[in-house]
């Protein structure tokens, strides 16, 4: 697997990223800027600003998260995706961008915009209430550069934004949280689930135009996972320990539509914006041979209750595993730090399979010499 990169060449790699990812600006340096969009596999901590129930700030969430050991509002025992990447760009990593930190030479480094429960859609995650749906975190993006001109100028405020990387993970919850949330659920009456498919790719299309019209030049757009493979979806769904066949088509659709929009895009554009980072194939390497990085299981969560731990919220009261590294999930539908570690290994040196048109390492080096 292109997962398990030899230890020389990364030490080598991480050397040239550490140059190639800083910027200078007048007689500082500093790393490139990073933005984040998105849902909970991505949201720093938005959500414990806001009244909603999708919120991971109360222990055991947190518990690998250094130095505290505490809840961050991550959905992650440790370290999540953004934070993995910022640590390659030699930058601390993005703050959630409603937290009251950000502000002074904070913002030079990004911003966190990511809101665990929302989809592409409008209507996704409505029980989750109060989150930051796409719009809105495209709004905030817009007043973010505008506080940032206040700071360092119009000109180079663009030109901070021009040279960020930006990474947007969103989609799963439009299927797990809207499509086959019930039962005959509005969606699914709506539409087919090819058709529903179709849908959301038109839709995201106008989400990234949108976020290309701000002024991102780099971005990471990340699939979604093996949807029905989480412990939630075993525990709901699946027969016998196997994945969801529905959930699986879902994703089986969604992946390649999305990864062929993006190319139509960058050709409309002709330069090479968005990048597809085929995440799902990455976790989909560890789901079906756990053993192989490590894992004892893909189908157990850490942390949670009933069938595959994947009953229900991570709460102080649920069954919590002693070594997280042993387990591809964390809780019922969330990564863990570890597994978290191996899909950034892929984003940053994966081949086209994983990386399409090329990898993370590749974009830093390019951008290194413009």
Same mark, same amino acid.
């Not at 086959?180 to 058709?195: C, D, I, K």
């Not at 839709?203 to 780099?218: F, I, P």
């Not at 769904?237 to 990864?259: D, K, T």
């Not at 895009?265 to 090479?272: E, S, Y």
């Given at each position: ?86 640590? !390659? ?23 966190? #915009? ?13 029980? #989750? ?6 719009? !809105? ?72 135009? !949108? ?55 960058? !050709? ?103």
């Amino acid at each position: 697997m292109a997962i398990l990169s030899s230890f020389a060449p990364l030490t080598i790699l991480s050397l040239v990223l550490l140059v190639v990812g800083i910027i200078v600006s007048g007689v500082e340096a500093r790393p490139r800027a990073f933005f984040v969009f998105g849902d909970s596999l991505v949201d720093n901590g938005n959500n414990n600003y806001l009244a909603t129930t999708a919120r991971a700030d109360a222990p055991p969430y947190g518990i690998d998260y250094p130095p505290s050991h505490r809840p961050t509002g991550r959905f992650s025992n440790g370290y999540n995706i953004p934070d993995l990447i910022s640590q !390659r760009l030699g930058a601390e990593s993005t703050l959630p961008y409603l937290s009251p930190e950000l502000r002074g030479d904070k913002l030079l480094v990004g911003a966190n #915009f990511a809101s665990a429960g929302i989809g592409i859609l409008n209507d996704t995650g409505v029980q #989750f209430v109060n989150v930051i749906r796409m719009y !809105r975190q495209l709004e905030y993006f817009k007043e973010y550069q505008n506080r940032v001109s206040a700071i360092i100028g119009a000109s180079e405020a663009k030109n901070l934004v021009k040279q960020a990387l930006v990474l947007i993970t969103v989609g799963g919850n439009d299927f797990v949280n809207n499509y086959f949330l019930v039962p005959n659920s509005a969606r699914s009456q709506q539409y087919p689930l090819p058709a529903y498919v179709k849908y959301l790719i038109s839709e995201y299309q106008k989400l990234l135009q !949108r976020l290309y019209d701000l002024g991102a030049r780099r971005v990471l757009v990340t699939g979604t996972g093996p949807l029905g493979c989480v412990p939630s979806e075993l525990a709901q769904r699946g027969r016998n320990g196997q994945c969801a066949p529905e959930l699986q088509q879902a994703a089986a659709l969604f992946n390649p539509q999305l990864e062929q929009m993006l190319l139509q895009l960058n !050709r409309k554009i002709a330069t090479d914006v968005f990048i597809a980072a085929n995440t799902g194939k990455a976790h989909n390497d560890f789901v079906t041979n756990p053993q192989q990085f490590g894992f004892v299981t893909s189908q157990v969560a850490c942390c949670g209750q009933g069938p595959y731990n994947g009953i229900g919220l991570c709460t102080a009261l649920s069954n919590l595993c002693s070594n997280r590294d042993q387990y591809a999930f964390w809780d019922a539908f969330h990564p863990s730090e570890k597994a978290n570690r191996l899909i950034v290994e892929e984003i940053m040196s994966g081949s086209k399979a994983y990386m399409n048109p090329m990898n993370l390492s590749t974009i830093l080096a390019l951008d290194a010499n413009t």
